[in-house]
Nanobody, 127 residues
Framework: QVHLVDSGGGLVQAGGSLRLSCAAS????????MGWFRQVPGKEREFVAA????????YYVDSAKGRFTISRDNAKNTVYLQMNSLKPEDTAVYYC????????????????????WGQGTQVTVSS
């Protein structure tokens, strides 16, 4: 069982920045693929970004490219999502997730591929 704790959400004006954090309970964290997803009421959970374990390869949804950066600190069992130039359409509950297996490319973008999820943190961007 992997316990994930999301934090860092809040209210920010359009154009502002936030950094989300996700702390994992497992020491084998460095082998996991870690992802960030977001969800608004009435819609499916949407992939935002992912980072693989060993190679640290990163993947982003097109709308996040150039604005968001996913990173990880394996010594702290933590993954981050730095979000810059935020837009009102980025408003959602953001969830981190851990994939204990292997994925690459589009395989890392499917929510069904992730084994454990954080509780979510609300991000609200005002116009």
């Amino acid at each position: 069982q992997v316990h994930l704790v999301d934090s860092g959400g809040g209210l920010v004006q359009a154009g502002g920045s936030l950094r989300l954090s996700c702390a994992a309970s497992e020491r084998t964290f460095n082998g996991y693929v870690m992802g960030w997803f977001r969800q608004v009421p009435g819609k499916e959970r949407e992939f935002v970004a992912a980072i693989t374990g060993t190679a640290g390869s990163t993947y982003y949804v097109d709308s996040a490219k150039g604005r968001f950066t996913i990173s990880r600190d394996n010594a702290k069992n933590t993954v981050y999502l730095q979000m810059n130039s935020l837009k009102p359409e980025d408003t959602a509950v953001y969830y981190c997730a851990a994939d204990l297996g292997y994925c690459s490319g589009y395989g890392c973008m499917r929510a069904t591929g992730y084994d454990f999820w954080g509780q979510g943190t609300q991000v609200t961007v005002s116009s």
